[in-house]
């Protein structure tokens, strides 16, 4: 084997080697990100389409049995809601029923969720109905 084909064989072993770990790296800092929410952060809704559903779809699929969304309003009293649930067809999608209709104000959705790889994330976010 020639000193060529021996610089050759180790750059290309040394670029997938690279890759591979780079690839490792970033799937080992996945967590799970809120991507879109219903309803959307920031929204004014008229009280007659007042949400009857909390909707928040993640970037990768979600533990059911170890995430949780709560939903309060202006005064920090706690919104009667019912079972959370995952889509049915999607494992990113967390659906958060209320159990009644929402009153005029101001809302907070704070929601703590594990991802299917074990990572812990929360946040949270407001939105009002007038």
Known sequence: MSLNTLKTS?????AI????LGMSYQQALAHAHLKSQLPAEGAAIEQAQAPKVITLDF?????????KIKVTN??????????LSLDP????KLLLPLE??????NYLV??????????????????SVK
């Open 10 to 14: 180790w750059g290309k072993l040394s």
């Open 100 to 105: 009644s209709d929402l009153a005029e104000g």
């Open 17 to 20: 080697a690279v890759l591979f």
């Open 89 to 92: 067809v999607n494992n990113t």
């Open 74 to 83: 202006s005064e920090g009293k706690e919104i009667t809601v019912g079972k």
């Open 110 to 127: 704070n929601w703590n969720v594990v991802s299917v790889d074990g990572h812990k994330t929360k946040g949270s976010y407001q939105f």
């Open 59 to 67: 970037s990768e699929g979600i533990e059911l049995a170890f995430s």
